[in-house]
């Protein structure tokens, strides 16, 4: 896997899992925010309700508290609304058949508060007192379905979860494709340094790369032309050291090849004449070892011809023997070739 594809893949992991905290946390506070508003809207309607109660008590006209019953009714989750004095007495209820009867619940006392189930689940049920001159009047009591309240809510959070669930999809989708240019900007450099690694190692020493890529990239391609100029560098040197030995050894090995050549036109015989020879032709090796190193520079510019020849590995072999006999025997060894007959070319 490709170092980009595994960017892209740690960048669309990372904005998913942020995704789903911002959405949770969203969702949540959503939640809160709308339970506390339906509250808000219950306790305007229960203080509603409360003044209602106050002038039907002030006009002895329940007319308008009758009015505003029926437009209660029409309140989803309402349940049931109510006024009570002090003593328990219904003076006003959503079902009016319960009116001027004994209430199944009395107020403890000119409190407002809230009473819910479980969860917020199950009866809402608000009570706000009334006072006149200070004095304890009434209750006014409206009670709310909770789990139709929270059915409610639900229907307004899916709504906001499609909506939210769209922009996520389009962030994602966003996200993704920046995570992809972000990894191509990153790895581009990258690639661009491990070509020219390839072509340094394959022989090429004026390989440069850009310096363009961004922050640390850019230094790192810096560090890498410094250190190709500084192999180009130490590879020139290295020819000359070679070329220069090569050419000094050329005459001191000329005058050894020479001076044998004199030394066996003479009058030499038996193991004198053997040693003479050795010389001349390891002089003549050298001189070819010299010429080899010589041809590395034509090699590395491709500027060498080859020709290919049979040839008989015997005489190779034989020499080979010729020249490491005299060491054998000063260390007390013996040097022997046996080859079959009929070698091949």
């Known amino acids: 896997m490709s170092l980009k594809t595994r960017f892209a893949m740690a960048m669309g992991a990372l904005t998913i899992f942020l995704l789903a905290i911002y959405s949770g946390a969203l969702l949540w506070a959503q939640r809160q925010h709308m339970v506390l508003d339906t509250q808000r809207a219950h306790w305007i309607t229960v203080e509603h309700l409360g003044l209602a109660c106050n002038d039907a008590l002030l006009s002895r006209d329940e007319l308008g508290l009758i009015d505003f019953m029926k437009g209660l009714k029409k309140t989803p989750a309402f349940r049931e609304a109510s006024c009570v004095d002090p003593q328990g007495k219904m003076i006003m209820h959503s079902d009016l058949v319960l009116r001027g009867t004994r209430s199944p619940w009395i107020p403890a006392g000119p409190e407002k508060f809230l009473i819910h189930g479980p969860g917020g689940g199950g009866q809402w049920e608000y009570r706000f007192p009334l006072l006149d ?10 009670v709310y379905d909770g789990d139709l309240v929270f ?8 709504s906001t979860v499609r909506r939210f669930a769209w922009l996520a999809g389009g962030a994602l989708v966003l996200a993704l494709g920046l995570s992809v240019v972000a990894a191509r900007t990153l790895t ?65 090995l000329s005058a050894i090849s020479t001076a044998a050549k004199v030394l066996r036109a003479g009058h030499l015989t038996g193991d004198d004449r053997s040693l003479v020879e050795s010389i001349e032709r390891g002089a003549l090796r050298l001189r070819a070892m010299v010429n080899n190193i010589l041809d590395v520079a034509q090699l590395r510019e491709g500027a060498l011809p080859f020709r290919k020849s049979n040839f008989s590995v015997v005489p190779l072999l034989e020499e080979l023997a010729r020249l490491y006999t005299p060491l054998a025997q000063e260390a007390a060894k013996t040097f022997s070739v046996r080859l079959p007959e009929g070698v091949p070319f």
């Open 151 to 158: 059915r409610d809510l639900r229907r307004s959070l899916e």
């Open 133 to 142: 001159r200070k004095k304890w009047v009434a209750t006014a009591r409206v």
């Open 188 to 252: 581009r450099p990258i690639q661009a340094l491990a070509a020219g690694a390839r072509q340094i190692g394959a022989g090429d020493r004026t390989t440069r790369v850009s310096e363009n890529a961004p922050g640390e990239l850019g230094s790192l391609a810096k560090e890498f032309n410094t250190m190709a100029l500084q192999l180009s560098d130490l590879d020139q040197m290295k020819e000359r050291i070679l070329y220069t030995i090569s050419h000094d050894l050329r005459n001191p």
